[in-house]
């Protein structure tokens, strides 16, 4: 990856003049483990609480959603409805780590067997460019494994037919 950004940065005459004073990378925290994100007064949010998708590894998406639900037990606990912010991981593990789970799923058997995903990006029924890059979010992963496992047949005859 180093080499691939320093070729990028040689590339750009915009960026000639630029000096790197420090280049690292990290892992990028892959969700669908249930954990405690609270801890009295402080919480894990995004990419802190492990929120990013192990399909695609986006985790934008979860970090604005698990702000929302941090803001909603804030406004809660502010207002004395809530005797702390333990609701703010349970929220999270429900709305949330069940649908990062199907993902890891889904990546999981993608990755296992890539020929499946080739062949799935180019058979019909089951649009696999609608359902991954389109419109990632019109279903959840669980209905996507639903519907892959259900169409995954029909792919397969199709290919060994040459179709």
């Given at each position: ?73 804030m ?67 669980r209905?996507v ?10 792919i ?5 037919r040459?179709?």
């Open positions: 990856m180093k080499d691939t950004l320093s070729r990028f940065i040689a590339s750009q005459p915009v960026l000639h003049d630029c000096q790197t004073l420090s280049l690292r990378g990290q892992l990028i925290p892959l969700g669908g483990r249930i954990a405690a994100l609270d801890r009295g007064r402080i919480l894990l949010l995004g990419d802190a609480a492990n929120l990013a998708d192990p399909w695609l590894g986006e985790g934008i998406f979860y970090a604005i959603r698990s702000a929302r639900i941090a803001a909603d037990e406004i809660n606990f502010l207002k004395g409805n809530l005797a702390d912010l333990s609701s703010y991981t349970s929220r999270i593990n429900l709305e949330i780590v069940g649908h990062l789970r199907q993902a890891r799923l889904l990546a999981r058997f993608i990755y296992q067997f890539p020929w499946i995903g080739v062949l799935i990006t180019q058979q019909e029924p089951f649009d696999a460019a609608d359902h991954f890059w389109r419109h990632p979010r019109r279903q959840n992963f209905q494994n639903q519907t892959l496992v259900r169409q995954l047949p029909t397969l005859a199709q290919t060994l040459g179709g």
